[in-house]
């Protein structure tokens, strides 16, 4: 099986546009690497098996409220991926131990605003007995924007604050919940080896590990693309 390193992965990148000692592009390839992985996944183009790093799980606990404010906890030191969260893709009963399949269980159905809209005024919309539905909002707690201060001379809020998610659900919620996402690469916890930094050697990060071949090379493709359109504006 192939291995591809993070040095790797920039190293294409860069001979791909003329640059293989990476004396002009490379900060801009290591730049493009991540976003092309984040936007990758955004755009809905990749396979849950391709990105398993990149997948998470979570219990989070309800309290009996109809909303959650929830943001991604904190990852161990040695994982590379916790940043923040890039989308939610599943919500569901939080699975103990002893869980059978004759177990009751809800149904959690992810609506949009047009359908919530057809609820509030036909009760045959409504969710069903055992069946929640939820919406996900992309936005922080409170009335302001992300790192907006409240008043002038505030400091900006936390960012844990803005990355935290606003999840609404209609229906009577367990006491559990387990929240299924993908979380972005933290990458300064990468080690690459940088040309303008090469006094000591590095051994550099596998994303063969992390990401199949067919995703890094869409990710090489995104950077290459964006960084010939750069190049010549």
Known sequence: MA??????ALKQI?????DPYGDTYWLR????????????VQTGEYKAEEIPSMIKIVTVETNARNSIYWSSPNMSENDLFGGFVIKIIDVRDSVGEGIISSSEGNRFKEID????Q???FDKEYKPLKSEIFYMIEGKTEGYEWAGEPTEE???????ENEHKILIKFIGTLPRELELKYIASPIPSKFKVSNPAESIEQVSPTRVDQMFSLPFLYKVIDFAVQKLSMEAFD
């Not at 860069?14 to 003329?18: A, G, H, Q, S, Y």
């Not at 390839?29 to 984040?38: R, V």
């Open 14 to 18: 860069l001979t791909r546009v003329n």
């Open 118 to 120: 057809l609820i509030k």
């Open 113 to 116: 605003n047009d359908y919530y």
């Open 3 to 8: 291995i591809m390193t993070i040095d790797d």
């Open 29 to 40: 390839a290591y730049q493009l690497f991540f976003e092309g992985i984040n936007t990758l």
């Open 153 to 159: 001379g505030d400091a900006p809020p936390s960012v």
